[in-house]
């Protein structure tokens, strides 16, 4: 079995090709989860995904499975297993490779988790590889956010710009502990409907259909990140903003890198991927013979994983790159 990127990944034995996010729609392919850079209509996904897919692209092409579930691609045998990064997220195992896609080993309060599993070949991204990348603690960051929140929405108003597809609806169940509801924009809303299809508990208003009273004083807002950067502006997000409403971005950047917090009054670094630590311990705990680093800081994660786990590892190769055996001498 031979496996390279491709325009996209290929697990190829054979004449026989399967393709994992691949780069195009094709029917041959598996995808891990419904954020623009991985999601492609025509191809297999799970039942949330192709939910996400309908309301953010139109498509309905999809060929769906549930988690835990074998389904063929070529022969090959394939299975979903939750990734806890996003609802329907999905590492993908495939005949002893373990892909993990965007994965959350910490957990969350609305896409579940993901667990380690024993495989021969993982490969794994590495979003967060390098040494010094590391997240505080998950659990922490979510009662400073509750308490900010609390804080903003019975003074001045807050405004939390997080992705929405994700990141949004665990700061709408934040909120939700903390007593209060928030409004929400009519993209977040969207996205959060599906959450709550597959029995999430969500409490949110979508502020275009708040009345001109509660319009001024909504307490709590929940948009996406490009209504708050200013990359996008919203001139109802600018309104509350001029009248005193507080700015907050909710993303893992914030504990790296100073753009993340530019234009903001404060940075909440919750994220749904894993920090270095938490992916070299998953590694170690999936037990694989070769490790194949995607996305991110994949050379200064392969070289860590050979050095500190002695296990084989490397940036995914191109197609025709370079062999295994001879990266490994
Ligand atoms: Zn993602
Ligand atoms: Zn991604």
């Not at 325009?7 to 598996?30: F, T, W």
């Not at 389904?71 to 005949?95: Q, R, T, Y």
């Not at 917090?261 to 694989?288: Q, W």
Request: glycine share 8%.
């Amino acid at each position: 079995m031979e496996i390279f990127n491709y325009k996209g990944i290929c697990i190829k034995e054979n004449k026989r090709a399967v393709y994992l996010d691949p780069a195009n729609s094709r029917p041959d392919a598996a995808i891990s989860h419904a954020h623009s850079d991985h999601l492609r209509p025509n191809t297999h996904m799970t039942e949330p995904t192709a939910d996400v897919m309908k309301v953010r692209t139109k498509s309905k092409k999809a060929t769906t499975h549930k988690y835990n579930e074998k389904f063929k691609i070529n022969d090959f045998e394939l299975e979903f297993v939750s990734a806890g990064h996003v609802i329907g997220s999905a590492m993908i195992e495939c005949h002893g490779v373990l892909y993990t896609g965007d994965y959350n080993p910490y957990g969350t309060v609305t896409a579940g988790i993901a667990e380690p599993r024993d495989c021969d070949t993982l490969i794994i991204e590495s979003t967060y590889g390098k040494p010094n990348q590391a997240l505080p603690d998950r659990n922490e960051v979510l009662k400073d956010l509750e308490a900010w929140i609390k804080v903003t929405s019975n003074n001045g108003g807050g405004i939390v710009g997080a992705y929405s597809l994700g990141k949004a609806q665990e700061v709408i169940a934040t909120a939700n502990k903390g007593g209060v509801i928030p409004a929400v924009s009519d993209v977040v809303a969207s996205v959060s409907d599906i959450y709550q299809k597959y029995g999430v508990k969500l409490d949110y208003v979508r502020y275009d259909e708040l009345n001109e009273s509660e319009r001024k004083r909504p307490g709590l807002v929940v948009t996406s990140t490009t209504a708050t950067n200013g990359r996008k502006p919203n001139p109802y997000i600018n309104e509350l903003r001029s009248k005193g409403a507080k700015v907050a971005r909710v993303s893992g950047w914030c504990a790296f890198e100073k753009w993340a917090l530019r234009g903001v009054d404060a940075g909440f670094p919750i994220s749904d991927h894993a920090d270095y630590d938490s992916t070299m311990k998953f590694i170690e705990e999936c037990n694989p013979k070769q490790v194949f680093t995607v996305h991110g800081a994949t050379k200064e994660l392969a070289k860590e994983v050979q050095k500190k786990l002695r296990i084989n590892a490397m940036p995914l190769p191109k197609y025709g790159e370079v062999s295994i055996e001879h990266f490994n001498q």
